[in-house]
């Protein structure tokens, strides 16, 4: 999974928050066979560091047909709306990767809680946001904390949530006070200030 994938996943990681009503019939049709939730379901199962081979066994292509189709349905991304069904389709399958081809094929990816508490979470998206700004890899941060991104995006879920409902409370306050001072850890870090 490149980085531009990274970041639509993790732009529709926030739609999987509010609520909407999509047309569930806007998913874009098959590419070479693969339909648009196989190959989230096979991404979020790349992201976690599982082997491509067997990727491509359970869906019985060969790596250019996957290169061609990933190609593919990331330009469809990047040409939709990330407000649309699509992009939380996407979020919602690469959250449960048991679909299509990959129902019966080892379910999803076990999780491991290393996330457990707010702060284990605010130093590692305070890291995220900081070396995004100072131009480091996403997945080389994930991985110095003993993540990949499908971990990140199950992990990170209960605490955006927690996030969205401490907002305009006193909660709240508490959780930016964390969240700011791993900021300024790694802002130092970075030496972006």
């Known amino acids: 999974m490149n980085f531009r994938a990274i970041r639509y996943l993790l732009a529709a990681a926030v739609l999987l928050l509010a609520p909407a009503a999509f047309a569930e019939d806007s998913l874009p049709g098959p590419i070479n066979g693969i339909t648009f939730e196989e190959w989230a379901a096979g991404n979020a199962r790349l992201s976690n560091d599982q082997k491509l081979a067997d990727v491509l066994k359970v869906l019985g292509v060969d790596e250019k047909t996957w290169n061609d189709t990933n190609t ?11 407000a649309g069904y699509t992009y939380r389709r996407y979020a919602e399958v690469f959250a449960d ?29 305070a890291h995220m946001t900081v070396g ?16 990949t991104v499908y971990e990140y995006s199950q992990e990170a879920k209960p605490w955006i ?3 969205a409902k401490a907002a305009g409370s006193g909660r709240m306050d508490e959780l930016n006070v964390v969240m700011e001072h791993y900021t300024s850890v790694y802002r130092a870090r970075y030496k972006l200030d």
């Open 72 to 82: 593919a349905f990331i330009d469809v991304l990047r040409k939709g709306d990330p």
């Open 97 to 125: 990767p048991a679909v299509g081809r990959f129902k019966g094929a080892g379910d999803k990816p076990e999780v491991k809680g290393k996330l457990a508490t707010f702060e284990d979470y605010a130093r590692v998206q």
């Open 132 to 147: 995004y700004e100072a131009g480091q890899d996403p997945q080389a941060i994930l991985k110095e904390h003993n993540l």
């Open 161 to 163: 949530q927690e996030i």
